[in-house]
Structure formats: C-alpha cells, structure tokens
C-alpha cells in the first residue's frame, strides 16, 4: 500500500483516484480559479503604472473594502477611501523601516521597488495589478502586510520544492497534542506552542457547530521526513513520490506549524470536518497550503487535508490579497524580505 506525503502510517487506497471535486476551484472563500491570471506579468506591469489609481472593481473583479476586511489586522489598519495621503506616506516610512532596519526605500521609490519584488516572485500579472493598486490606495494593504512582518519569522517562512528549512531544522517548542475539543489519530502528535493553542481555538468553534476535528499527522522531525520520502520512492517512484511528498528539509510539516486532518485522502473535502475547514480555518490562522488546480505553482498535487498555521494576520492577508493561495502570499514576502536584505547589506 503506498504511503503518501501526509500518511506516513495510514491507508491510502482511494489517494490516487482525483474526486470531482478535485478537477473544480480551490475551496476557498473567494478564490480565484487558476487561471483567473493568465495574464503576462511584464507587459501588465508597465501597464500598472497608468491603472494603478483604479481599483480592482473597476476591472470587473470583487474587491474589499478595509471595513469589510474585519479579520486583517484589525486595530491597525486604518480606514480604507483612498484619500488619505499622510497615512499612506506614513505607512510607507513605516513599513521601510522594516524588520531588518533599513532606510533604503523612499516613498518615491517605494512602486518601483514593489514592482520588482512582485516581478521576483513571479506572481500572476492580473494578481500583481491588483496588488500594486491595493498598496498604492490606501495604508490598509501595507499595515496589514507590516502586521505579518512582525512574529515569529517561520510563520512566514517560505517552505517548498525550491526552498528548504536550515539543515536540520527543528523548532524549540514542540508541545504534545492533548486532545480536548478535537481528536487525534494517534499518540505521538505534536506542533509548535502557537499552533497547538490556534488549533484547540479553532476545534472548540468547530465542537460548537457540531463538527469534531481529526488530527491525522503533525510535525515530523528530518529524519522522519527521510524515512516517509524514501518509502514513497520506492512504493509509487520518484516522480509521483514528488507529487505527493517532500524530500526531507523541504516539508512543512518540519515546521511545526503544519497538520493533517482527517482520513488523508480526497474523500476528507467532502466530509463535515473538511467542509467546515475549508469555509473556517482561515479565522484562526490556518491556511489551506496546496488548493485544487495549483499543483504548477505549490509542486504538490491538491491535499483538502493539510493546513499550515500561519497566524490570524497572515492568514487574512493571503486570503484579502492573494485570492487564498497561500503560496503566492509566502513568495511575495520572501522576495520582499530577500530584497530588503539586499539594500540593508549594500555599500
Ligand atoms: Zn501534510
């Protein structure tokens, strides 16, 4: 029987099988299908410099209003129309500042110098727009993105196929899973501080609606993570090993902050616990990692089960501004933070 990247000790018969729902939209609240952006970044870049006044109702798209964004950053954020100049320039002073100290990006410099870190990341052109426009309207976008530049740095950390975990990475404070409103599969579970609390936060609102949460698997150590990746080679072969599994250092689950729910399997979206997280999770900080149709950006083929622990501000972030793909969130802040690194190190 083959094991898949999340069940390192559970069936997997129907793991192959793609359900319907497997072929539709990523279940998020308001996601966008993928190829919603389809456009060419560079082109729709140069374009921005003229659109981005407009907001992004004006191209036919959903926006939010900073009121209506009540999960992001909530005491921070000033108030969304667009009209307010100074709190804008000073959301900008604020957010170059920034975590490493720099001084190096001026106001003035401050749309170029986020056209490049969006063109780094190698977002979606239309996603792009949309962000250029949010960040040139009102402080909202940028306080909300400071908030999420704030914390621990590996609720942000940008972990995939390309970005592996410090060698032998383990975090210092693993606490065991005690199952209280939610249930665990096994034993032996456990997940950074933060996450545990966020998670029994989040299982107690699910307990009140009447759905009890699973926890299948959690964090897994490197060498764990070697033992389950050479079993998928040689169960199903590297290529589909690779579809389904990390290469030990390259997995969310050694984070700490990743976890699995449920029977591991597609059948898991369907059901009242995959239901209500899909629609709920978010609210307490926890991200969908590989959605429906986006195995060409995450590397992973869609998994219904597996949530990342982001934090209530992320979380709110991805979902306000990256249409829900957590993938495109971390990019973008990886190249922000990888670029701030490079002005702060200059001569
Ligand atoms: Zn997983």
């Given amino acids: 029987m083959p094991v898949t990247i999340c069940a390192p000790a559970g069936g997997t018969a129907g793991r192959r099988r793609k359900t319907k729902r497997a ?12 190829g919603t952006y389809a456009a060419p970044l560079l082109l729709l870049l140069g374009a921005a410099i003229v659109s981005c006044g407009g907001r992004p109702s004006e191209r036919g798209e959903p926006v939010k209003s900073a009121e209506e964004r009540t999960g992001a ?3 921070d954020s000033a108030e969304g129309g667009g009209e307010s100049e100074g709190d804008l320039a000073e959301a900008i002073v604020r957010l170059s500042a920034g975590a490493a100290g720099n001084a190096g990006i001026t106001q003035a410099g401050f749309p170029d ?36 530049l704030e914390g621990d740095p590996f609720l ?19 606490v065991p899973l005690r199952p209280s409103s939610y249930e665990t599969s096994r034993g032996d579970l456990r997940l950074r501080q933060e996450a545990a609390g966020a998670l029994e936060e ?18 897994r150590s490197y060498d764990y993570q070697a033992v389950v990746y050479a079993r998928n080679v040689q169960e199903m072969g590297q290529e589909n090993a690779d579809r389904e599994s990390s290469r030990p250092g390259f997995s969310q689950h050694q984070t700490g ?13 369907e059901t ?3 239901l209500w997280m899909a629609e709920n999770a978010g609210r307490f900080g926890w991200s969908l990692s590989f959605p429906a149709g986006y195995e060409e950006v995450t590397g992973y083929r869609w998994e219904s089960w597996h949530f990342r622990y982001v934090g209530k501000e992320l979380a709110a972030f991805i979902d306000n501004y990256f249409g829900g793909i957590q993938q495109y969130a971390l990019r973008f802040i990886h190249e922000w933070e990888a670029a701030e690194r490079t002005v702060s190190s200059a001569p």
């Fill in 23 to 34: 072929e539709r939209a990523p279940r998020m609240r308001k996601g966008p299908a993928a």
């Fill in 73 to 75: 950053a909530a005491g």
């Fill in 156 to 174: 942000r950390r940008l972990v995939d196929k390309q970005h592996p975990l410090p060698p032998y990475y383990e975090p210092d404070d693993l």
């Fill in 202 to 219: 989040m299982a107690a609102s699910a307990r009140d609606g009447g759905v009890v949460l699973v926890v299948s698997s959690s964090y």
């Fill in 257 to 269: 902050f990743a976890a699995d729910f449920g029977s591991i399997t597609d059948a898991f979206a």
């Fill in 113 to 148: 110098h986020l056209r490049l870190v969006l063109e780094k990341a190698e977002l979606p052109g239309d996603l792009s727009l949309d962000i250029l426009a949010a960040a040139s309207e009102n402080p909202a976008f940028i306080l909300d993105f400071l908030s999420c």
């Fill in 272 to 274: 009242e616990a995959g």
